[in-house]
Each structure stands twice: as C-alpha cells, then as structure tokens.
C-alpha cells in the first residue's frame, strides 16, 4: 500500500537558518505528493503541491521537488522566519482510495530568534 | 466566503453516548472526507466522498457513519462512542488545487 515517511522532529532552528525536512513515499501508482502545514490550534493549510516526476512546488520561499527516482519530495527554505514555526505534514494522493490524501506523521518546526 | 466549517468546536462526551459532528462546505466541491488527528500519527482518513449519496471506508472506518445527503454537507456520526475516539477530528473539502480543511472537533470520550 501507499505510506508516506517524513523525518521525525521536532527541529529547532535559528531565525535565518536553512530549514530541511525530509520525505519519502511509497507508492504503487503515479501519485501527487503535498506539504501542508498546521499552526498551533489551526486546521491544515496546503503550502504546496507537485503532480508529476520532476515538478517543483513553491509557496512562500518553500520548495519541493518531486524525485521519482529518490521517492522523496524533501521542503526546503533558504531562511526560515519565526512564524515558520508549525507542524509540516507531508502527504501523497494517489488514485485509491479515491485520491484521498495519504499523511506522513508531521515533523513540528520551532524557529528561535 | 466560508470555506469548510466544522461543528461543534470542542466536544466531551460518555462512553457510549452518540454523537454527530457537522461538517459544512459552500464552494461546491464534490469531494469531502473525515480525518482523525492522533499525537504521532498524522492524520488518518475515516471516511471519504465523491458526490452527493456517494460514500466510501477510509483507513479506520469502524465506529463511524457518514452519508452525503447533499454536496454541501458531509456529518460525521459515532454511534457508540468509546475512549479510543478521543481525537481531533478535520473535515476536507477538495478541489483541483488541492484540500481545504476546516478547523477542528476537539472530541474527548470519558
């Protein structure tokens, strides 16, 4: 079956520092894949999204490439700010079961000043 | 423009006790799903629709009903509710861009 696998936090950064978040899906179809982000007591938000091998999703300095080769679609953010400080969920929507979304566990990000 | 709306916010109830959570869209979306948020778990899907009077199993359907009555509305109902429920529960809407999510049921079953 799909699972998606993202790295385990949380990750505590510096204001300005270079943020990474690993992910990594398994899959047996051709699936999109999606970050999402929750702030504290918030629903989840879609900060971007990639629907094929090679596609780069980008929303608000963040991006991820989709590796088809790699299986991962790793977020990345030259420099993060303190209200980058959330949740980052890592997902993948493939066709069963109905193109419902597939989640990692959330990798939680604190930024210090 | 409303987008998903969830009630009721915060929820607490007995064990064996019933209860539906509301779910609203106004944007149309044919699409609408039921997520449970557990600590260390991500989210899981419950139960997920294409359409109106269309419904389907998720990952963890037992102890949960749903139906579609209209494409609006999406509830969500525990007929039996038991400890292990104690979750945050997210209703979806999707379009082509991707899901819209509203912001929560904080549910705790004694």
């Known amino acids: 079956g799909n699972s998606v696998t993202q790295m385990e936090g949380p990750v505590t950064l510096s204001e300005e520092a270079f943020l990474t978040i690993n992910c990594t899906y398994t899959?047996?179809?051709?699936?999109?894949l999606f970050w999402y982000v929750q702030y504290p007591g918030e629903g989840l938000q879609l900060l971007l999204k990639?629907?094929?091998?090679?596609d780069k999703g980008s929303n608000k300095g963040f991006e991820a490439t989709y590796r088809k080769e790699t299986t991962s679609f790793h977020l990345e953010k030259g420099s993060v700010q303190v209200s980058d400080s959330a949740v980052y969920f890592c997902?993948?929507?493939?066709?069963?079961?109905?193109?419902?979304?597939?989640f990692g566990k959330g990798t939680s990000l604190l930024v210090t000043p | 423009n409303a987008g998903v709306t969830q009630t009721p916010k915060f929820q607490v109830l007995k064990t064996g006790q019933s209860m539906t959570l509301q779910c609203a869209q106004d944007m149309n979306h044919e699409y609408m799903s039921w997520y449970r948020q557990d600590p260390g778990m991500g989210l899981r899907l419950i139960h997920y629709?294409?359409?109106?009077?269309?419904?389907d199993q998720g990952e963890v359907p037992n102890g949960y009903n749903v139906s579609r009555s209209t494409t609006e509305d999406f509830p969500l109902r525990l007929l039996s509710a038991a400890p292990s429920q104690t979750s945050v529960y997210f209703c979806?809407?999707?379009?082509?861009?991707?899901?819209?999510f509203g912001p929560g049921t904080r549910l705790t079953v004694l």
């Open positions: 899959a047996t179809g051709y699936p999109s």
């Open positions: 990639a629907t094929k091998a090679d």
């Open positions: 629709s294409v359409g109106a009077g269309i419904t």
């Open positions: 979806a809407s999707r379009a082509g861009t991707g899901e819209y």
């Open positions: 997902a993948l929507s493939d066709r069963k079961p109905g193109y419902a979304l597939n």
